[in-house]
């Protein structure tokens, strides 16, 4: 069974619009950790995002947010004011507990803002 | 500040050839990571290290080898290259096993032909 999965290959957005990046998760363990990181034309993997699985709040940092929903074991990805720059691959990803440090990745989703 | 230097960035291969894919890096951590990324697709983890002389397997090994004699460095071994294992290579680096603190390399672009 896939741990994580990203139904949206690709989403369109109109520049400044806001842009949610859907992610579901598959876990047993009651401590995980969840990622998400873009990954630009230029191709280097680069952290936007962390939420924690014990975290009350959710998670944000600067123009992103996460919408954690945990009885539903999503980690939307919200990108507000979208820019042109922001057009990218995402990626979701978790770290479980039981898997030590190690990070599962999802497929993506490849983002394009339109101007 | 280096981070993860990987070396190199790009690589052709013949079918049977055998390289080493070098990482190295400079912020003392513990835990070190090798994935690879087929086109369009996510990262599938190869081989890991939680420290130096100690490494396991991840996903997707076979083909690969790593060992980790220091804490800077984690080479990956391919032997006998096969077209499959054409891909994007990263490594990336955490000081321990919770939060944030991944940091990843620029990737290594390898051709097998």
């Known amino acids: 069974a896939q741990k994580i999965t990203q139904t949206q290959p690709g989403m369109f957005v109109q520049e400044k619009e806001a842009v949610t990046l859907d992610c579901t998760y598959d876990t047993s363990d009651p401590s995980y950790g969840l990622f998400w990181y873009k990954q630009p034309s230029s191709g280097e993997m680069i952290f936007l995002i962390y939420q924690g699985s014990y975290d009350q709040q959710n998670a944000t940092e600067g123009r992103y947010s996460l919408n954690f929903q945990k009885a539903r074991k999503s980690a939307n990805l919200v990108i507000s004011a979208s820019q042109l720059g922001d057009s990218a691959m995402y990626f979701c990803?978790?770290?479980?507990?039981?898997?030590?440090?190690?990070?599962?990745f999802g497929e993506g989703t490849q983002l394009t803002v339109n101007p | 500040n280096a981070g993860v230097t990987q070396t190199p960035k790009f690589r052709i291969l013949k079918i049977g050839q055998s390289m080493t894919l070098q990482c190295t890096q400079d912020?003392?951590?513990?835990?070190m990571y090798w994935y690879r990324q087929d086109p369009g697709m996510g990262l599938k983890l190869i081989y890991y290290s939680v420290g130096a002389g100690i490494t396991d397997k991840g996903e997707v090994p076979n083909g690969y080898n790593v060992s980790r004699t220091t804490t800077e460095d984690f080479p990956l071994r391919l032997e006998l290259a096969a077209p499959s294992q054409t891909s994007v290579y990263f490594c990336?680096?955490?000081?321990?096993?919770?939060?944030?603190?991944?940091?990843f390399g620029s990737g290594t672009r390898l051709t097998v032909v």
């Open positions: 912020m003392n951590h513990n835990y």
């Open positions: 990803a978790m770290r479980e507990v039981t898997s030590g440090s190690r990070l599962t």
């Open positions: 990336a680096s955490s000081y321990d096993r919770g939060g944030y603190g991944y940091t």
